[in-house]
């Protein structure tokens, strides 16, 4: 008797432990969004491509985007230094806002024609440029990135 209520009682317990194995992962995957800190209604996302200019970096204060240079020489520009990203389901346009009065950030790769605004269709994605006008040879451009 003492046997068979044994056996019961692993069995009751090894059938608890795989429901909880089991249904552990599907919570956590669920909730994800919170644990991670993620949000799923942004209405862009910014790549940065800093690494590929020597000695510029890139830093984010909330809405604002910062930019660090050394200039090689005293007018320069800098193609596709960010990437802005549309993940949205729908068609979205966005402003730059540049808070430097010598130095710009623009979007694509046109420097004879800045583009300060853009409109992009969803799941695309377009550079973001620098145009550093500024006698300086470290340099630092502020710029934040409004959706209309």
């Given at each position: 008797?003492?046997r068979i209520l044994l056996?019961?009682s692993?069995?009751?317990?090894a059938?608890l432990?795989?429901?909880?194995?089991?249904?552990?992962?599907i919570?956590?995957?669920?909730n994800?969004?919170k644990i991670?800190?993620?949000?799923?209604?942004?209405?862009?996302?910014l790549?940065?491509?800093?690494e590929?200019?020597?000695?510029?970096t890139?830093?984010?204060?909330?809405?604002?985007?910062?930019?660090g240079?050394?200039?090689?020489?005293q007018?320069?520009?800098?193609?596709?230094?960010?990437?802005i990203?549309?993940?949205?389901?729908?068609?979205?346009?966005?402003?730059?806002?540049?808070?430097?009065?010598?130095?710009?950030?623009f979007?694509g790769?046109?420097?004879?024609?800045?583009?300060?605004?853009v409109?992009?269709?969803?799941?695309?994605s377009?550079?973001?440029?620098?145009?550093?006008r500024?006698?300086?040879q470290?340099?630092?451009?502020?710029f934040?990135?409004?959706?209309e």
């Amino acid at each position: 008797m003492k046997r068979i209520l044994l056996t019961t009682s692993l069995n009751f317990l090894a059938i608890l432990l795989l429901i909880t194995l089991i249904a552990a992962p599907i919570y956590f995957a669920q909730n994800i969004n919170k644990i991670a800190g993620v949000k799923t209604e942004s209405s862009y996302l910014l790549i940065s491509q800093t690494e590929k200019f020597p000695g510029m970096t890139f830093s984010q204060s909330d809405n604002a985007y910062t930019v660090g240079f050394t200039k090689q020489a005293q007018k320069q520009a800098y193609l596709s230094v960010l990437i802005i990203n549309n993940p949205t389901a729908q068609t979205k346009s966005y402003i730059i806002q540049n808070r430097s009065t010598t130095s710009e950030a623009f979007f694509g790769e046109n420097i004879n024609d800045p583009q300060r605004s853009v409109t992009l269709p969803a799941q695309s994605s377009l550079p973001i440029s620098i145009i550093a006008r500024n006698a300086l040879q470290q340099e630092e451009i502020s710029f934040k990135i409004q959706t209309e």
